[in-house]
């Protein structure tokens, strides 16, 4: 008995340990242009609660784009990141590739999906001026045989890339 929990620890261990994520282009899903604006804008960022660290980056390219932050300015931008539930096409692939995984000890990586949808709204006195909406997705791998490229493909790296890409995107989309 003693064995088997030891075994599942270590395994579990090594299984969230070594992740790599594969960055994917974020997807327009919704698009309302937006007039010419000011540049002059206020923040408003929801859904960032455990991401810190890309609701700083995003700010900063946002500021980089020409924008500036002004507290009491009446143009209002808006962003809201949520994170969406994933279905997978096969099901029974996706668990049997989860028990091959922790099987194997992880030497046949987990393959997971992780979804987010990002929305850009820009309003002036509580009317809408226009909105984009963006599908962010990444696509994970985790176990031991993702060891040599965990450095090069760590999720958070990945996720920062699609963050700043969706706003770059969403200034393509303009």
């Known amino acids: 008995m003693n064995k088997v929990r030891i075994f599942f620890k270590?395994?579990?261990?090594?299984?969230?340990?070594?992740c790599a994520g594969i960055y994917n282009k974020?997807?327009?899903?919704?698009?309302?242009?937006?007039?010419?604006?000011?540049?002059?804008?206020r923040f408003e960022f929801t859904g960032f609660y455990f991401y810190k660290k890309e609701l700083q980056l995003l700010k900063k390219e946002i500021l980089q784009s020409g924008f500036a932050e002004t507290p009491n300015s009446p143009l209002l931008l808006e962003v809201i990141l949520e994170e969406k539930e994933v279905s997978?096409?096969?099901?029974?692939l996706h668990a049997a590739n989860f028990v091959a995984s922790?099987?194997?000890?992880g030497i046949i990586p987990y393959y997971t999906i992780t979804?987010?949808?990002?929305?850009?709204r820009f309003s002036e006195n509580a009317k809408l001026l226009g909105s984009s909406t963006q599908i962010l997705e990444l696509d994970q791998l985790r176990g031991l045989s993702m060891l040599p490229v965990t450095y090069f493909f760590w999720p958070s790296n990945a996720f920062d890339k699609s963050i700043l890409d969706?706003?770059?995107?969403?200034?393509?989309?303009?």
């Open 10 to 18: 270590l395994a579990t261990f090594l299984f969230y340990l070594h």
């Open 166 to 174: 969706s706003w770059k995107v969403y200034e393509d989309l303009k």
């Open 26 to 41: 974020p997807t327009p899903i919704e698009n309302k242009s937006i007039p010419a604006i000011s540049k002059n804008i």
């Open 102 to 105: 922790l099987f194997t000890v």
């Open 115 to 120: 979804q987010h949808k990002i929305t850009y």
């Open 88 to 92: 997978y096409k096969y099901e029974f």
